[in-house]
């Protein structure tokens, strides 16, 4: 079959033939139709210092997809031939604590489809069925092929009520994007969304972020001003790994406000402990989805009229995979997809 591979150590992938993957008894195996390209196949793409140490050269890559299951092991039960299925790329391991109090997102023996083990940019992908997801008839195939960056935004959104609260978003890229959407469709008052990269907050604001501040040329402090807002943001999510936007969500939250952090930052960072210990702020770290809460939340929110169709901005069939990488690595662009099935 075809796969996106890291055929050596460099930058780059490789379209080549790879030998079909094999069905064990409690797995699924997908036939993929759409993938998209996540902020970590650009990691992997330019082979940078923790994809080097990370993906091993030889296995093939992705873990955003949508596909059909087309065969399965003897002890899979649940699912037919035909059903259309994402699935969740963290593969836990069931028998440590976490996994065993049901807590699963919170293994620490997680594996990454398409990280540590061959991904989902290839024409078949196997996955334990525990971690499949059907995906409900109304939700279009695009749609499904991003679960998994809308799951990092579900995740991270939902970890704090929202409803009639002030949220800053530090980082318009396609997960703080869909961050802002999802505050503004749970009924958050003011979402403001900040980033350095202006096609990007455009994009925020097409999707429901009700102020994009572009920090290299606008003070956030005098956008709160002008928004009316004396005490602070109520809930912040940083969605950026960037210090100077901890830094400044650190300064314009409220006393006793609550900060969710996906954002990875590139290494130590530090920041004014007193801001924490002064303000009585709560700070959740967020590391992938909820098993599978997060998964039900968002097919629910789907349903009930949240729309990331203008997400998707881009669209390629496999074989031009460059031009889609490229245009990811552009900045100029919200989701891309790699469409397996032409
Ligand atoms: P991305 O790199 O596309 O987006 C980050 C955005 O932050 C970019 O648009 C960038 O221009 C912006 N930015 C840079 N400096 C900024 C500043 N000073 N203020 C505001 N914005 C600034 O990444 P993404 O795919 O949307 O993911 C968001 C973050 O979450 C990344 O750091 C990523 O590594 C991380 N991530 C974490 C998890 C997890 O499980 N914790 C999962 C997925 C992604
Ligand atoms: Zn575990």
Request: charged share 20%; hydrophobic share 40%.
């Amino acid at each position: 079959m075809k796969a996106l591979v890291k055929a050596e150590a460099a930058p780059g992938l490789t379209l080549q033939r790879v030998k079909k993957p094999e069905v064990g008894h409690n797995d699924l195996l997908i036939k993929i139709r759409k993938t998209a390209i996540c902020g970590t196949d650009i990691h992997i793409w330019k082979w940078d210092e923790w994809a080097q140490k990370t993906i091993p050269v030889g296995m093939h890559v992705g873990h955003e997809y949508v596909g059909e299951v087309v065969g399965m092991g003897s002890e899979v039960r649940g699912y037919k031939i035909g059903d259309r299925v994402s699935g969740e790329g963290h593969i836990t391991c069931g028998y440590c604590r976490n996994c065993r109090a049901g807590r699963v997102h919170l293994c620490r023996n997680t594996t990454g489809v398409g990280v540590n083990r061959d991904g989902a940019f290839a024409e078949y992908l196997v996955i334990p069925a525990f971690n499949a997801f059907k995906i409900p008839d109304d939700i279009p195939d695009e749609i499904a092929s991003i679960l998994d960056p809308f799951g990092n935004a579900t995740h991270t959104a939902l970890s704090f009520d929202l409803v009639g609260e002030d949220v800053l978003i530090t980082g318009a890229g396609p997960i703080g994007i869909m961050a802002a959407a999802i505050a503004r469709h749970v009924g958050a008052r003011h979402v403001v969304i900040t980033d350095v990269n202006e096609y990007r907050l455009e994009l925020a604001l097409k999707m429901g972020a009700t102020r994009a501040v572009n920090v290299a040329k606008q003070d956030l402090k005098a956008v709160m001003q002008e928004l009316g807002m004396t005490e602070g943001f109520d809930v912040g999510l940083e969605m950026s790994g960037n210090p100077s936007a901890f830094r400044s969500m650190l300064e314009t939250i409220n006393h006793g406000g609550k900060i969710a952090l996906l954002g990875i930052p590139p290494g130590d960072m530090a920041i004014d402990w007193n801001q924490v210990i002064f303000k009585g702020l709560v700070i959740k770290g967020i590391y992938g989805r909820e098993m599978f809460e997060t998964w039900y939340k968002m097919a629910a929110m789907l349903q009930s009229g949240l729309d990331l169709s203008p997400m998707i901005t881009h669209r390629f069939p496999v074989e031009q995979y460059v031009t889609g990488f490229e245009t990811m690595l552009s900045g100029q662009s919200g989701k891309v997809i790699l469409d397996w099935t032409e």
